[in-house]
């Protein structure tokens, strides 16, 4: 490659090389080509653009994998398609939005009752926990009366704690349905089906 160069004087006492192919070139092309050669450079960027051309192919094949039900008849389809295969029915830009908006309605009303859930799980383990130190204590005690109410006294703490821990998160989860009933209820984006089908997940 360094014979297609005209080398001066400089250049043959201080020569500079392609920082990729280590081929000698003159300064002024060094410079041009931020220590690079044109045929490195050029190679360099096709190497570019083939990557970007592989990354917008599989970021396309990933929205192109990405399914949603047809609104009409519920046949999953692309997101990207414009038209249902199932029955025909035109996939509008409105249409994907109501469906997105559904889907995040429904995955809000999920964590809701996951923290209701959670809330009743307290509830229960504390219940359990409770019994078993108020047993652990009596079989120690051994006829002991003042064991045994502390045995009691003990568990009933324990039981109340969580009984109190566990109707606040539960609360908090119902406060969270009460306000999504409210927004899909009152949202302009749903048709009534929709809001009947949310609100009852």
Known sequence: MSSSYTFSADDMMN???CKQCRNQIPKAVSLQGNGVCPDCMQISQQAQAS????HQ????????????????CGHCVSVRAVICPECGEPLT?????????????????????????TGTAIIVIGAVVSVITFCTYVV?????SLAILLA???AAVICTISYMIGNLVSSMGELLKAALDGSVY?????TNDQKIKIMSS
């Open 15 to 17: 020569p500079v090389y």
């Open 51 to 54: 990557m970007l051309q592989q």
């Open 57 to 72: 192919v599989a970021q396309a094949q990933q929205i192109a994998a990405k399914r949603q039900p047809c609104p009409v």
């Open 93 to 117: 830009a409105d249409q994907q939005y109501l469906y997105f908006c559904a889907t995040r309605y429904e995955n809000s009303y999920r964590i809701a009752q996951g923290v209701t859930h």
């Open 140 to 144: 120690q005690a051994s006829g002991n």
């Open 152 to 154: 009691m006294l003990c």
């Open 186 to 190: 009152t949202s302009p984006f749903l």
